[in-house]
Nanobody, 127 residues
Framework: QVQLVESGGGLVQAGGSLRLSCAAS????????MGWFRQAPGKEREFVAA????????YYADSVKGRFTISRDNAKKTVYLQMNSLKPEDTRVYYC????????????????????WGQGTQVTVSS
């Protein structure tokens, strides 16, 4: 069984930075692709970023490209999301997700491709 626990959310002013962490448990989690999604109240969960198991490939939503960076430390079983130049529209609950296998090269942004989810951490950006 894999468990994912996010941390690092909070309140920040526009233009500021936050780093989210996702601590994973489970023997094989280091072989999983990992992603970050976010969700606003009453809206669908949306893709933010993803990273392959070895960290060699990363994928980003257009809305965060150039501002957010996903990384992972497999020795620590932890995935990070560094968020810079934050905007009020980045205010969401952010979720970490793990996938045993992404089915196609274009499926990284599909929530259905991920098997495990954390409980979420709130990020609020004030204007």
């Amino acid at each position: 069984q894999v468990q994912l626990v996010e941390s690092g959310g909070g309140l920040v002013q526009a233009g500021g930075s936050l780093r989210l962490s996702c601590a994973a448990s489970g023997r094989t989690v280091s072989s999983y692709a990992m992603g970050w999604f976010r969700q606003a109240p009453g809206k669908e969960r949306e893709f933010v970023a993803a990273i392959t198991w070895g960290g060699s490939n990363t994928y980003y939503a257009d809305s965060v490209k150039g501002r957010f960076t996903i990384s992972r430390d497999n020795a620590k079983k932890t995935v990070y999301l560094q968020m810079n130049s934050l905007k009020p529209e980045d205010t969401r609950v952010y979720y970490c997700a793990g996938s045993r296998a992404i089915s196609t090269a274009t499926s990284w942004k599909e929530a259905s491709e991920y098997d495990y989810w954390g409980q979420g951490t709130q990020v609020t950006v004030s204007s």
